[in-house]
């Protein structure tokens, strides 16, 4: 694994107790006296100001706690954009925090921080985010991809790596921004992958990823599930599909329900709609001795387990927990 630019993102914090006013707009934010008002107005246009990176930060945190942020989070959530803007990790922005900001980051800040106070993810407002050490192009297209699904990938490459030889070809059901193929891909050459989404949108985005990382032999198709691969047989299925049930809105975080993909979230029959549609046709589209892996919603273990196991008689099953010990993972391994 390549080593991590950032670190552990802080996705999807709430803004507070209190929901802020809506939409807020640059000009609404408290006029620090360095800034030319009419630039901030006109965000196209260069800034001329010389604004260093602590005053910029102190300016955002300040903003950020006054809509009810806490600090902590604020803090955060500032430290992460200015990273991800300046391509470098924390420590060396607090060794360089007195330096200058520069202009083209200058002209955006207070339009980025306008998208902050309004509970923007900070990945949307980048337009990047962070996948097992490289950085994915996303936008609301696609879910912001979590560490969570990187638990996942690292267990299907510790399988792959306990086998040699030939190619390996992985079907990515629900790939979104591409981030679990094109990783596989990236970190493993034997990988021959092939990405499906039902959103054309998605897609697009799966696609621009692939050509920033050279991956100009990814499949990427539109399909409802199987729908496009009929008559394919893969050595591994893998997908992440929407798995929060309709009932369970209440418990999505509010910027999450807001900015992020409904389709990425939300799956019918208490959220398990997609694996019983993958779980359906698995032993076809699986080779003998293929595996499936499946991110889970972590109250549906033994529900997704009993599913695959009634798909699949002779497989093994296993379930798998993620780092905050919660049930996460499934495995199938076709008998
Ligand atoms: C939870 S997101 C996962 C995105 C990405 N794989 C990741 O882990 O970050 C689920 C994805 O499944 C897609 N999806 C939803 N229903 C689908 C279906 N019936 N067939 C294929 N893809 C579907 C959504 O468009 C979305 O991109």
């Avoid at 002209?107 to 950085?135: C, D, S």
């Avoid at 638990?151 to 079907?171: A, H, Y």
């Avoid at 591409?178 to 054309?200: C, K, Q, W």
């Amino acid at each position: 694994m390549t080593e991590k630019k950032f670190e552990t993102p802080k996705q999807f914090k709430q803004v507070g107790n209190d929901e802020p006013a809506r939409k807020i707009t640059p000009d609404k934010l408290t006029a620090p006296n360095w800034y030319d008002w009419d630039d901030i107005k006109k965000p196209t246009k260069p800034s001329d100001v010389k604004i260093s990176l602590l005053e910029g930060r102190k300016w955002a945190i300040a903003e950020l706690t006054s809509v009810g942020m806490p600090k902590e989070d604020a803090q955060d959530n500032v430290d992460f954009l200015l990273s991800g803007a300046l391509n470098i990790n924390y420590a060396y922005l607090r060794a360089n925090i007195t330096r200058t900001m520069p202009t083209d980051l200058a002209t955006v800040w207070p339009q980025w921080l306008a998208k902050l106070m309004n509970n923007e993810p900070v990945q949307y407002i980048l337009g990047h985010a962070p996948f097992y050490g490289r950085e994915f192009m996303v936008d609301p297209r696609v879910l912001i991809p979590r560490p969570e699904t990187e638990q996942l990938v690292e267990w299907i490459l510790k399988d792959l790596n306990r086998t040699t030889g030939k190619p390996v070809s992985i079907l990515d059901i629900g790939t979104g921004s591409g981030a679990i193929i094109e990783t596989l891909m990236l970190e493993n050459p034997r990988v021959r992958g092939f990405a499906a989404d039902i959103s054309s949108g998605a897609l697009a985005v799966a696609e621009m990823n692939a050509q920033r990382f050279g991956l100009n032999y990814l499949h990427v198709v539109k399909s409802d599930v199987y729908s496009a691969v009929a008559g394919l047989e893969f050595d591994i299925i893998v997908s992440n599909p929407p798995y929060i049930a309709t009932t369970d809105e209440d418990e999505v975080g509010g910027n999450v329900l807001e900015y992020e993909p409904h389709t990425a979230l939300f799956a019918d029959h208490d959220g398990l709609a997609i694996y019983e549609k993958i779980a359906a046709d698995l032993a076809l589209y699986l080779s003998d001795n293929g595996r499936a892996y499946f991110e889970i919603g972590y109250k549906q273990g033994q529900q997704v387990v009993a599913m695959m196991q009634h798909a699949l008689p002779q497989a093994e099953v296993t379930l798998k927990k993620d780092f905050s010990g919660l049930d996460r993972m499934v495995r199938v391994v076709k008998g």
